[in-house]
């Protein structure tokens, strides 16, 4: 099977900085795009950042020159650095994963468990 681990939330203030990291494990033959998604109480999950093998990414505009997006390939790990937090980001994030399972020879996406984030003062 093929596992995403998600670490790093957290109680934090407004204006404060969180790093969350997520790292994929078990039958891997490749991983390819990785991304955040959030979800807040009441609302549908939305993307947060996408980035790919290459390292190209793509970002939400809510969140445009605040978060950075970034991993190794090396470790199959991808890191959401999160700064100048507002209220509005909190939710829980999970990570997401669109992986080669080296037994079905196929790709599938993949879901972490997910991790909550509180901005609040």
């Known amino acids: 099977q093929v596992q995403l681990v998600e670490s790093g939330g957290g109680l934090v203030q407004p204006g404060g900085s969180l790093r969350l990291s997520c790292a994929a494990s078990g039958s891997i033959l490749s991983v390819r795009t990785m991304g955040w998604y959030r979800q807040a109480p009441g609302n549908q999950r939305e993307l947060v950042a996408t980035i790919t093998r290459g390292g190209s990414t793509n970002y939400a505009d809510s969140v445009k020159g605040r978060f950075t997006i970034s991993r190794d390939n090396a470790k199959n790990t991808v890191h959401l650095q999160m700064n100048s937090l507002k209220p509005e980001d909190t939710a829980v994030y999970y990570c997401?994963?669109?992986?080669?399972?080296?037994?079905?020879?196929?790709?599938?996406?993949?879901w972490g468990q997910g991790t909550q984030v509180t901005v609040s003062s």
């Open positions: 997401n994963a669109r992986i080669i399972n080296t037994l079905i020879l196929a790709e599938r996406e993949y």
